[in-house]
């Protein structure tokens, strides 16, 4: 349902950038607003593991410098059939994780000081699996198709308002007013999509790890440590994140729209239920 829901969910953002495009700056200007997009952003999608590592502070370790998570990514990863991941950990107090790379064959796989000192093991096996989860379904890449599409939508819509539409007879308030929501949409859209990744990727981590109730377990104390102690990091890369970790900077109401993460209560929900589902398909890890 999920996927299903993602892809309703792009082709209403192709939608919208050939909407916006066709009234605006017509197909010349459509596809200058794409090109420039897609080079912002291919260049972050080629060289984001480095930038985002330097973004948290975290720092690589080998096995020798972190045995126990290094054999834990390795068991997971071999579960999930992926590549072994890099393993880094973060110097932050604030339980959380994140992973990041172009593909499984560069990716990450990073946690914090504090998520490996509050998390009980059966926790911290759910945390990693949930990011190999999102290695394994490329989400990398679907964020950055997402971000290319809404990051041209927004050079159409300034495109539009500095230059006015592609037809002398257009209506100058309907332009201004596309202008300005139609960047607007493509957010929302945007962190729609991002919030329907997180789900994606509770489900099949919890599948990975054979344990749903941990990763549950896991993200109530992510959430509470993200309420409770600071992180200061980039806002950049605060999406990448496990739980939002600038949480307490978070607003209710329509402010969800603009959410790149789930509530954490529905994710722990829909994780309860399929504990349920595999308990009685007698599927759940010993």
């Avoid at 072994?84 to 172009?102: D, E, L, S, Y």
């Avoid at 739980?243 to 209710?252: F, H, I, K, Q, W």
């Amino acid at each position: 349902m999920s996927n299903l829901k993602v892809f309703v969910l792009m082709a209403g953002l192709t939608a919208l950038f050939g909407a916006l495009g066709g009234f605006i700056g017509g197909q010349a200007g459509m596809m200058m607003a794409l090109v420039f997009a897609a080079v912002m952003n291919v260049a972050m999608y080629w060289g984001s593991s480095t930038m985002v590592l330097r973004m948290y502070r975290a720092r690589v370790v080998t096995p020798a410098e972190a045995p126990e998570l290094y054999a834990m990514v390795d068991t997971l990863r071999r579960r999930a059939r992926l590549p072994m991941p890099t393993v880094a950990i973060a110097p932050h107090a604030q339980p959380n994780a994140f992973a990041t790379g172009r593909n499984p064959q560069n990716a990450v796989v990073c946690v914090t000081e504090g998520l490996l000192q509050l998390l009980s093991r059966d926790e911290v096996e759910g945390v990693v699996a949930h990011e190999l989860a999102h290695i394994r379904n490329r989400d990398m890449l679907l964020q950055t198709v997402t971000a290319t599409l809404a990051g041209a939508i927004g050079n159409l819509a300034n495109f539009g308002l500095f230059f006015g539409g592609g037809d002398e007879d257009d209506n100058p308030l309907a332009l201004l007013g596309m202008a300005i929501l139609a960047p607007v949409a493509a957010m929302i859209v945007q962190m729609a999509i991002s919030r329907q990744r997180e789900f994606q990727a509770d489900a099949v981590g919890a599948q990975i790890s054979g344990r749903p109730h941990a990763l549950a377990n896991a993200l109530r104390r992510l959430e509470s440590g993200a309420r409770q102690i600071p992180m200061h990091v980039a806002p950049a890369a605060a999406p990448l994140a496990m739980v939002n970790p600038l949480a307490a900077l978070r607003g209710g109401g329509v402010a969800r729209l603009f959410s790149t993460h789930p509530p954490t209560m529905e994710r722990v929900l829909r994780l309860e239920a399929m504990e349920e589902q595999m308990e009685r398909g007698g599927l759940l890890a010993a």
